[in-house]
């Protein structure tokens, strides 16, 4: 085949499989939500909860009250092809998912691997996908907890045993080194936050509430961030669902 032919057919394929994408995403979303009805009215059976960067993980593992239950409907997006994902794409790319296509993200430990400036289209990205009245849930190190230990000498002292194995703050600052070692480069980490600072780029982002915490013992921060306004009362309830671990 000559190298017209080959580009013809590459981009062929690149066609087909964004078609056959498109349309398993189309057929989950249909025009109308399931619903039964119930003694308080129509109840809403599924929802989309897109996992962004879900990497191994799946949701009976997502460690949150609310994503336990069986409302949810999980489509999980990883640049990495290995851990099988329903779509691959970046955080700074979604294309294949459609506007306003999810009732929810979750994003965990996956951020703080972009460059500084990679942070706000990403950011760009969650908003787009969600629908209006939905949520994101992102969680990342916590680097205040981690500057801590630094200041005390403890660079490389492990804090914690992951499944991965022991965690460093040098490992939670630019990386879990054995992987990147293994050249797994996605493990590296680009850039960090404190509370603050994450739940101000979530604001500079667009979405119109954002409610956070810290986690010392986990050295993680955890966000959950509104498209649409909510009251203080909707938030609490919110936060007991979706920041709260299992």
């Known amino acids: 085949m000559n190298k017209l032919g080959s580009w013809a057919a590459g981009l062929a394929q690149k066609w087909l499989d ?26 809403e059976l599924a929802r989309v909860l897109l996992h962004v960067g879900c990497g191994p993980v799946t949701i009976d593992r997502i460690p949150l009250v609310g994503f336990q239950q069986s409302v949810w409907r999980e489509i999980r997006l990883d640049a990495d092809p290995r851990v099988f994902p329903d779509i691959v794409g970046t955080m700074t790319n ?25 942070v706000p289209l990403a950011l760009a990205e969650f908003s787009r996908t969600l629908k209006d009245e939905g949520f994101a849930v992102i969680t990342c190190p916590d680097l205040l907890a981690v500057c801590r230990l630094v200041v005390e000498d403890k660079l490389d002292v492990p804090v914690y045993i992951s499944d991965a194995g022991p965690i460093a703050p040098i490992d939670i600052l630019y990386g879990h080194r054995p992987q990147i070692a293994a050249g ?62 299992t």
Do not use: C
């Open 94 to 118: 979604m294309s294949a998912v459609p506007d306003g296509y999810a009732d929810a993200i979750y994003s965990s430990h996956n951020i703080e691997h972009l460059f500084p400036h990679e």
């Open 184 to 245: 797994n480069l996605f493990m590296a980490h680009r850039t960090g936050f404190t509370l603050t600072t994450l739940m101000a780029a979530l604001r500079d982002a667009g979405f119109a509430v954002v409610q956070g915490l810290r986690r010392e013992g986990e050295f993680a921060l955890w966000a959950l961030a509104s498209k649409s306004p909510r009251t203080r009362d909707e938030m609490a309830a919110m936060v007991k669902e979706y920041l709260l671990t």
């Open 18 to 43: 964004r078609f056959q994408m498109r349309h398993r995403l189309g057929s989950t979303r249909g025009p109308h939500p399931v619903t039964e009805q119930t003694g308080l009215g129509a109840v």
